[in-house]
């Protein structure tokens, strides 16, 4: 354990805040055995850190979960059963498939942070989401350290959120996933239109998974911040999903309004275009501002607080509320 420690480097954001106790955890044994030891305390698990925005100093324990191994654990001749430590790096994981020939993850390359957290908000990007090739994530039950698997279906996928991250928010730690990918006959997923449109500039009349990925990782090195330059977390809203009704009073009142189909009867908004459109690309306030390519994206443009951060994308949810009569839900998890 160690004390004291500045949490800088342990979150996109570059928030430097103190972690009062803070564990590297690198097998099931060494979370047992920690668990155990706070039996009575309330913890903070952490990844990556990428998915986390820092308000204050933390003196809850702070379990950061580094468990590696990636296993397949089953063949069949067209798919793969892959057991991945929670504390592997997505991206690298992604990399590793895609030189394997295993597809079902390349729509996702670039997302930062562990394995561990994907299931969390279930990640997505460009037409799929983790629960696609999910078959179950594994872990303990903090209150009694009851060993537990999750079926996918047990997991409450929906857009950017599971069980995970509400009945079991801070009540399970994962520390096994199990994905399903495919050998051959792989399923390519180019409908997401920015991607398609590359796709038919180059030319490329089928598209391997090798060429999704190299695609998807150029578009996101355009799109986003890398948080290694300049500190962010991605996107820090979800896009609002609102009904038919909703959408034809917006329609009515806003040009332009960008918008998709999310099922029969609901619609999801581009929470970008809606900050956009407040004007939040031209508004800086002391280290704070949003992406000049995506104005989802809250950025620290220099030594900014967690609590400066944390006001501004406060400043950005009432103003889009007054405008526009939607209420923005956080992505990024706030502590
Ligand atoms: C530049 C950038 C781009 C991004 N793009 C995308 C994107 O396209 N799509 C997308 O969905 N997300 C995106 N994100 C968000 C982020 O990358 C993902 O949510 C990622 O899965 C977070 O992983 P992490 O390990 O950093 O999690 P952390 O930030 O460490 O944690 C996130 C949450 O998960 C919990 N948690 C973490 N690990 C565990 C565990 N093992 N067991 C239980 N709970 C755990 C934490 O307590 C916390 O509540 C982006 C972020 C950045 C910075």
Redesign the pocket.
Known sequence: MKKNISLKSH??FGVDVISKEFYNIKSEDQALKVLNLLKEKKI?????????LFTDDIEKPIIN?KIKGIKIIYESNNSVHISIG?GEV?DEFVRWAISKNLGGVEN?IS????V???P??????YGVEIKDVLISCS?FLIENLEKKKFKSIECEFSY?SSI??KSL??K????EVVLKLSKNKHKIHRAYKSLDDVIKNKKIKNPTIKDIGEIVSDI?KYK????SLIG????FFKNPIVSQDTLTRLKERFSGLVFYKENRSKYKLSAAWLIENCGFKKIKEKNVGVYKNQAL?ITNLGNATGKEIYSFSQKIKSTVLEKFDILLEE?V?II
């Open positions: 979150n996109s903070i698990i952490l990844g990556g850190g990428t998915n986390i979960i929670a997505w996702l997302i930062p942070g562990f561990g957290a994907a969390i908000q279930n990640i997505g990007a872990g950017r995970f991250k928010k801070n399970f730690i994962i520390t996101r986003l911040p890398d948080p962010n977390s991605g996107s994206v992505e998890n």
